[in-house]
């Protein structure tokens, strides 16, 4: 039980303790934050070498969208969190940002994102911070609005903390009603620390049976063979080409662009 209580969900809601909690670790986060979505960005079974157009719900400051910009995707964000959009928009991430509550339906057309991935943000959803809220009423509305948005046979990745079997079930029911279908992911399924569960869905009429799939030990999925590495010189030549096509002010490339600063002692 005392455990339960540290929960962040069980603090506040989700717009206040997105920056009270997590602020205090932000740094800490980075790492794994992009750790987890370069795993969920592998689940979705992207084409290779061709850029998608991506939501990523619950995005927070846009950690994971730094990643998947990184990859040649194009995406848009969705956080209830104000404050962390703003955090966002400081960081000047390249993606598109949109306040909403996940529990209110994803407000998008039919068939307009190649895929999607959820960082930490659905279990959020099995909590009732309102006497208005019902989690099975908002999940499935969460759901069956996620399914519309997505192009036929696109997939769904959602990295969750489960409280307990009951709210995985929930989650997993209304995801099926809604139309999905997938399994489960347990990554390090004997560590109570380092335990992660990822759900993943897909739009298709081939519904995969709902599995649970357990893989001891996290692993370095893409091959960054032919890849720039991160700040390194390309890496920043590449990035500052990408915002000139999306038409946003860059500063004139120089032969000090990238170039390694000596340590200061």
Same mark, same amino acid.
């Given at each position: 039980?005392?455990?339960?209580?540290?929960?962040?969900?069980?603090?506040?809601?989700?717009?206040?303790?997105?920056?009270?909690?997590?602020? @205090?670790?932000? %740094?800490?986060? +980075?790492? +794994? $934050?992009? $750790?987890? %979505?370069?795993?969920?960005?592998?689940?979705?079974?992207?084409?290779?070498?061709?850029?998608?157009?991506?939501?990523?719900?619950?995005?927070?400051?846009?950690?994971?969208?730094?990643?998947?910009?990184?990859?040649?995707?194009?995406?848009?964000?969705?956080?209830?969190?104000?404050?962390?959009?703003?955090?966002?928009?400081?960081?000047?991430?390249?993606?598109?940002?949109?306040?909403?509550?996940?529990?209110?339906?994803?407000?998008?057309?039919? @068939?307009?994102?190649? @895929?999607?991935?959820?960082?930490? #943000?659905?279990?959020?959803?099995?909590?009732?911070?309102?006497?208005?809220?019902?989690?099975?009423?908002?999940?499935?509305?969460?759901?069956?609005?996620?399914?519309?948005?997505? %192009?036929?046979?696109?997939?769904?990745?959602? $990295?969750?903390?489960?409280?307990? %079997?009951?709210?995985?079930?929930? +989650?997993?029911?209304? #995801?099926?009603? #809604?139309?999905?279908?997938?399994?489960?992911?347990?990554?390090?399924?004997?560590?109570?620390?380092?335990?992660?569960?990822?759900?993943?869905?897909?739009?298709?009429?081939?519904?995969?049976?709902? $599995?649970?799939?357990?893989?001891?030990?996290?692993?370095?999925? *893409?091959?960054?063979? @032919?890849?720039?590495?991160?700040?390194?010189?390309?890496? +920043?030549?590449?990035?500052?080409?990408?915002?000139?096509?999306?038409?946003?002010?860059?500063?004139?490339?120089? *032969?000090?662009?990238?170039?390694?600063?000596?340590?200061?002692?």
């Amino acid at each position: 039980m005392a455990s339960s209580c540290r929960r962040p969900e069980h603090k506040a809601p989700p717009d206040v303790v997105s920056v009270a909690v997590y602020s @205090g670790f932000y %740094s800490r986060m +980075i790492e +794994i $934050q992009t $750790q987890m %979505s370069e795993r969920a960005v592998e689940l979705l079974n992207l084409p290779e070498g061709q850029p998608c157009f991506l939501l990523d719900v619950g995005c927070g400051s846009g950690l994971s969208g730094d990643y998947l910009s990184e990859e040649g995707h194009y995406w848009v964000g969705v956080d209830i969190s104000t404050a962390m959009l703003d955090v966002a928009l400081d960081r000047e991430v390249e993606g598109d940002l949109l306040v909403g509550d996940m529990g209110q339906g994803m407000p998008f057309r039919p @068939g307009t994102f190649d @895929g999607c991935i959820s960082i930490s #943000a659905l279990q959020w959803l099995c909590n009732a911070d309102k006497r208005s809220h019902s989690p099975p009423k908002r999940l499935y509305t969460f759901f069956s609005t996620l399914y519309s948005s997505l %192009s036929r046979g696109s997939r769904a990745v959602f $990295q969750l903390y489960p409280e307990n %079997s009951e709210q995985l079930e929930l +989650i997993t029911t209304q #995801a099926m009603r #809604a139309g999905f279908g997938g399994g489960m992911v347990v990554d390090y399924p004997n560590s109570t620390k380092a335990k992660k569960s990822g759900l993943g869905s897909e739009t298709s009429d081939r519904a995969v049976s709902n $599995q649970v799939q357990f893989s001891g030990q996290r692993c370095r999925f *893409k091959n960054m063979k @032919g890849k720039s590495v991160k700040k390194g010189r390309d890496w +920043i030549f590449e990035k500052k080409e990408r915002r000139r096509r999306q038409g946003r002010e860059v500063r004139a490339d120089t *032969k000090y662009t990238g170039r390694q600063r000596r340590p200061h002692f």
